[in-house]
């Protein structure tokens, strides 16, 4: 089984202010943020860097003095070819001069100034394509609306934040737990979204056996994940986002009995040796190096099981780089149950 430990990436790198302590907090946070943002698509040669009221640069778009945020900032350096360290050392009015010297003034593809209120928050090409923070979370509560975030970590973090540059919420059935001998597994999943180009949007699934006070995920099994940039299109992510968490609702409701069973027989299901059990992983594709690797790791159980096959296929999953072949290899491991199932 895996140990997933994006939650705990997150909590670490969260300001207080970053952090909500209930999911209608954050939703509401959301659509309003999404309320008082606004695209403005403006030409290149009509970006006029001036000093804002406290002396640090700023953008005149002709009705407007508009202020940057860190990121926005970082993004107008990148796109005059800038360094940030360099012009945070300069007086408001140099800075500004060497922003209208290395600004683009060519061209006539406009750019995307996404503002709130009266400042940047983050400035894109054409094909960048926003996905709002409360369109994604608005799915979540309307098909997952009895999911909420897990017990809060040993700092205050709660696995529900948003920031300027994105959002992450962290979710799981409490009620949903599923005793097995001395084992208990709880659906549960992560979605993430940026609204400034920070990061995909996306969505990870699982079963757990474990959430410790750090927000690690421990022994997780049946893990589905998906993303997309925010290219054209984006917005045909809410319906897979949708489709997966229904995937792992309606397995919830339908495993509240079944599931207890599959996993016990997955366990009792004893495998004679270890050629036998490679024969099992070579019927879903299994082989090679991973599959040497998944015999030691389940031997060191005592036995060899379905389960014990199962685990050890998604530990190795879990160290993989690249998400596509986890994902390849967390489906494989989760048909072995069909193993059981059918014995």
């Not at 943002?37 to 406290?54: A, E, H, V």
């Amino acid at each position: 089984m895996a140990t997933l430990t994006r939650a705990h990436r997150e909590l670490y790198r969260r300001g207080a202010d970053e952090i909500f302590a209930t999911f209608p907090d954050l939703l509401v946070n959301c659509q309003e943020q999404r309320s008082r943002s606004t695209d403005r698509w403006q030409l290149p040669q009509t970006f006029k860097p001036r000093p804002g009221l406290d002396g640090r640069p700023a953008l005149d778009l002709g009705e407007d003095l508009l202020s940057f945020n860190d990121w926005s900032f970082g993004q107008i350096c990148n796109l005059a070819g800038v360094g940030k360290e360099t012009l945070n050392r300069l007086n408001g009015e140099t800075a500004c001069r060497v922003l209208a010297e290395t600004l683009p003034i060519e061209g006539t593809k406009p750019y995307q100034v996404f503002a709130e209120d009266r400042g940047i928050r983050s400035l894109h090409g054409t094909a960048y394509t926003r996905l709002y923070n409360a369109d994604l979370l608005e799915t979540v509560r309307d098909c997952a609306g009895d999911f909420t975030p897990p017990q809060v970590a040993h700092n205050g973090g709660t696995g529900l934040y948003c920031g300027e540059q994105d959002m992450f919420a962290f979710m799981v059935d409490a009620a949903g737990w599923i005793e097995i001998g001395d084992q208990a597994f709880c659906p549960g999943f992560f979605v993430w979204n940026s609204e400034v180009g920070k990061r995909s949007v996306g969505v990870q699934t699982f079963w757990l056996q474990a959430i410790c006070q750090n927000h690690i995920v421990w022994d997780a099994t049946e893990v589905v994940e998906f993303s997309r940039k925010h290219t054209a299109k984006v917005g045909d992510a809410l319906g897979e986002v949708r489709g997966i968490i229904q995937s792992l609702v309606r397995k919830r409701d339908e495993r509240r009995d079944s599931f207890a069973k599959v996993i016990r027989k997955a366990m009792d299901k004893t495998i004679a040796d270890s050629d036998e059990a490679a024969a099992i992983l070579g019927r879903y594709d299994l082989r090679g190096k991973l599959v040497k690797d998944a015999l030691e790791l389940a031997q060191q159980q005592g036995r060899f099981t379905i389960w014990s096959l199962v685990d050890a296929i998604t530990r190795l999953a879990g160290e993989m780089k690249w998400i596509g072949d986890r994902t390849d290899i967390d489906q494989k491991a989760s048909r072995l149950l069909e193993v059981a199932i059918a014995a």
